[in-house]
């Protein structure tokens, strides 16, 4: 259903915008430090590693290898056909025909098949490895293993392709008769790194890391992003959509300029993006960059493609401002791109490279020293936590160190504010010593115009730490003041005159910024009401009483030891919430014209461990005194230690002077953080607009949520969804088209039974895809445990068209042979499998070299070039002379010649999927192996037109799947990033 809406024209906003600019200056970058970057970023990331996790990649990894070293073993037996026969050297494969400078990877290859039990050094003992004789072990089918392992892992698509073609065309590589980089082409590399798991992942983790840089970024200075070795993109795509346009510079390098030309094409819809050649091999300053002209560098898997890595990473530091963050994304382990990118000269390190003796890859535990080495700090790693995805990919974060400067200075102490600290016990004293001095001289260099008035008897001078922190124990008692039942008099530990405690309680110290007068005094707490009353008693000058309640440090109780009544700090349990209330009630007798705030300022609980029963009941004091005086400004603090009491001081005192408004937060050597409770706001519907003809490129517009669900009727919130068969895409028809979705169930009508609420759940839904959709529940199946909602949602359409074609139309028979023309998508692939079950053999022609290996690789009989003038003749040969006996796909001019004289042609996607019978007919293959999820490539929502524009292009490999997911952000971003306001930068502060 779509949603019209008559909306008045807006008005022409102006609003300013970045630049560009001209790096340099050293500018210093104020940004958090790494560490605190990770750690912000922690809950977004553990929901990426969450959704990571079910691609199941720990075991993917160890079959892949385990197909492709197959591959890789018949390759080289290709090579040298005795190799499975008679013991043979590296030197017999180059008299065979090896190019010598394969000579590493063969090596290698030997090596990892050694590993894997493929090959084994010769004689037995293996003394002569790895330069002696060897012997391989007979593979298995490779093509064969490749099968189950996209049966298997079809989400692994673009990984399992681009090996498996570089791997059937090895030996002609190897002897020199194909060009590796022709291997390369047809968008398999695009795919790999926009979309592939891998790379979905790690571009997932560098966006939440991102995110919070931009989140920290101060709004009133240009963000400068530099990316170096940008290849086709990938990462670029998946972060774009977070940076603000308004304050953005976005500088896009590599080295190649046709690389440089593909990205201005891809990304023209983005103004605030620069595109410039940059070689890191070479010096930038000669190249066009200025040193410290970039706050943020990207480098996803381009540093490691350096010559020498130690003079590129300083070259990479020499771009950042000081303080500025690189983010960089490496691969650790080489034998996932053997298959893909071993045969390319600049994938081996120079001959001498102590780092990188065998792989341009440097070993996960090399890179944190190594980038200390050259200059950087803070060095923070995410990524995966498992150990297999741990030792293959890291994504890194490190900083330029900032230049030494003075502490940021404290804001101003306010000249009407009575500040009193109240600690619990002595211990806390010298804490609140030092916040009471700061409080009344921030910066620490104002005298005081004269001494306080002191009549505490008794009070020793505290000492002076050689940090300048006062750190004395304070055991002075004002004998005048002194409470009852055993609490703490109104001592103070007092230097130098600057705070002090009057006889009558109210304590104050002289002095202050802009030449007023700062009140602050530290105090022993108690629960009398008449001394806090004493305390807090206004002055004609107060306009603000701030009580800051520090109390006393106590352990949790250690596990299965019962606390003790009257003994221990159980004893008082409830001392400070006394305290609390004893404040709250002297704030009662202020004039209403005094506004009144108590912070209460506590310990983070030690890990592991309960809080304190005191802590509890603090905290639950607090929040019933909040509750019964909402006029009282209650925060809560909670102050992790840091290395100095001085740094603790200053950090308490700062946020003291602030502004007051948040009621939570967390103050940490590296930041400050505010928790916030925020409201479940539902996901926006939203739905794809294939109805408008004036737009080639649809888009997601909002729309209204389904009505709820009827008799028989499901209400499914979308995870993944496949886009529809051609024919429903086009612009300007009406969408009554059918196409696959999975995600959860969120309501079901009357009569529904064997799916409900919380399921999940794939199937068909009706009209165009969309977040949110209304569909019959005979249309649905519940997903298998352990399968993905991406998984899930290619299994429906496509067999089921493959189904209706080539059984209820074609009749398709054991001893025929399917002609598939020109069709490598999820529809092709499930009616190559339904062949196949069949009994049926496949011609297969294809447009790209890559789509003929991956229908040969799923198991064609044959495969042909279907742009090649004489493939129609090829069908006739390969069928001796009869033709095929039915056709599936696109029928162009010319190909009817290749069907036998009672031939059958049949469209694949244009039969009604939506009969319910058929439907669970269908969906029951799964038990025979032929209904299974198809290999595909998983879109974030957001990027709907680069998934259609791969549609276009005519290479397509497996099926296409748009993944509704917050880990990739709104799927409602402009394209025009020029038409975004300031205000509408994500996360943007």
Known sequence: MRCELEVEQPPTITWGRAAPYSPGGDETCVL?????????????????????????????????????????????????????????????????????????LVTTLLRLLREHDLAHPWPEDGCSWPEGRWLLTSPADPDELTRELLQRHPAFLAEVALSTRVGRHLPAVLRGERNPLDLLDDGLLRHLYDVAPVCRFTNRVARALLGQIIAAWPGE?????????????????????????????????????????????????????????????????????????????????????????????????????????????????????LGAFGTLEH????????????????????????????????????????RSGRDAFSILLAARP????????????????????????????????????????????????????????????????????????ATGRDAGTATRGGGGGAGTATRGGTSGVTGDGAGYATGGAAGGVGRAVAVLAGQEPERWRDLVS?????????????????????????????????????????????????????????????????????????????????????????????????????????????????RLARELLSTPGEHEIVLTPRGRFVIRELPHTPPTPYVLDLEDSDDPEPAWIRTTPPPPPGPGMVTVEVRAATLPPAPARRPGTRQTGWWSCAGLVTAVG????????????????????????????????????????????????????????????????????????????????????????????????ARTPAQRDLLLTFGAWRVLDALAPD??????????????????????????????????????????????????EVMAGAAQDWCLPLPYGAYPAARVRDALASMREGATLGEIVLCFDPADGPALYEVDHEASPPDQGPGFV
């Open 871 to 920: 493939a129609p003749r090829r069908v006739l040969e390969l069928t001796d002379g009869r033709g095929a006996e039915v056709m599936a796909g696109p029928a162009p001019s010319g190909w009817d010649r290749a069907l036998a004289t009672d031939g059958r042609y049949v469209e694949l996607g244009a039969a009604d999927p939506s009969d319910p019978d058929v439907f669970a």
């Open 221 to 337: 200075r240009t963000l400068r992003v530099l990316e170096v070795g940008a290849g086709t993109g990938g990462t670029t795509a998946a972060l774009l959509p977070l940076l603000p346009p308004h304050l953005t510079r976005y500088t896009l390098t590599d080295p190649s300029p046709l690389a440089c030309a593909a990205a201005r094409h891809r990304f023209s819809g983005h103004g605030f993006l620069d595109h410039h050649r940059l070689d890191l091999n070479t010096d930038p300053t000669s190249q066009g960059f200025t040193s410290g002209g970039h706050d943020v560098v990207i480098a996803a898997n381009a540093l490691h493609t350096a010559r020498d890595l130690p003079a590129a990473l300083d070259r990479v530091r020499s771009l950042l401002a000081p303080g500025g963050h690189l983010l960089a994304i490496e691969t650790h382990d080489p034998g996932p791109l």
């Open 402 to 473: 900032r230049a030494r400067t003075r502490p940021r200075p404290l804001p101003p102490a306010a000249t009407k504010t009575r500040w009193i600290i109240a600690a619990e016990s002595e211990n806390e004293l010298p804490l609140a010593d030092a916040v009471a001095r700061l409080l009344t001289t921030p910066d620490g260099n104002t005298t005081p115009s004269g001494p306080a008035r002191n009549t505490t008897a008794g009070t020793p001078e505290s000492g002076t730490a050689e940090d300048g922190t006062t750190r004395g124990n």
């Open 538 to 650: 206004g002055r004609p000058a107060d306009e603000r009483v701030a009580v800051t309640f520090v109390p006393a440090e106590r352990a949790p109780h250690p596990d299965n030891e019962p606390p003790h009544a009257g003994t221990g700090s159980d004893a008082s349990a409830g001392a400070g919430a006394g305290v609390l209330r004893a404040i709250a009630r002297a704030f009662d007798a202020l004039p209403a014209s005094v506004r009144r705030s108590l912070y209460v300022v506590t310990r983070p609980s030690t890990p592991g461990r309960p809080p304190a029963p005191a802590d509890a009941a603090i905290r639950e004091a607090a929040r019933s005194i909040a509750r019964e005086h909402p006029a009282l400004h209650l925060p809560h603090i909670t102050l992790h230690p840091g290395e100095t009491l001085a740094a603790d001081a200053r």
């Open 750 to 845: 009357d009569g529904v039974s064997g799916i409900r609420p919380g399921d999940r759940a794939a199937g068909l839904a009706p009209g165009a895809p969309a977040s949110h959709v209304l569909t019959s529940a005979r249309l649905l199946t519940t997903t298998p445990a352990g399968t993905t909602d991406a998984e899930a949602a290619t299994a429906p359409l496509p067999n089921l068209h493959a189904h209706l074609a080539l059984t209820v139309q074609a009749k398709l028979s054991p001893d025929e042979t399917l002609l598939l023309h020109d069709d490598a998508t999820g529809f092709g692939l499930a009616a190559l499998r339904h062949a196949r079950h069949c009994g049926a053999r496949v011609v297969a022609a």
């Open 347 to 386: 994938a081996w390190p120079a001959e001498d490279d102590p780092l990188r003796p065998r792989t341009v890859l440097l070993r996960r535990e090399q890179w944190p020293p190594l980038l200390r080495e050259c200059g950087f700090t803070h060095i923070a790693r995410a990524g995966d936590d498992t």
């Open 32 to 104: 958090p430090m790494p560490g605190v970057i990770l750690a912000r970023a922690g809950e977004q990331i553990e929901r990426v590693r969450t959704a990571w996790r079910a691609t199941r990649y720990e075991r993917f990894l160890p079959e892949a290898n385990h197909a492709l070293l197959h591959r890789f073993a018949g390759a080289l037996a290709r090579v040298l056909p005795t190799a499975t026969t008679t013991p043979f050297t590296v030197d017999d494969l180059i008299a065979a025909g090896l190019l010598p400078r394969h000579r590493r």
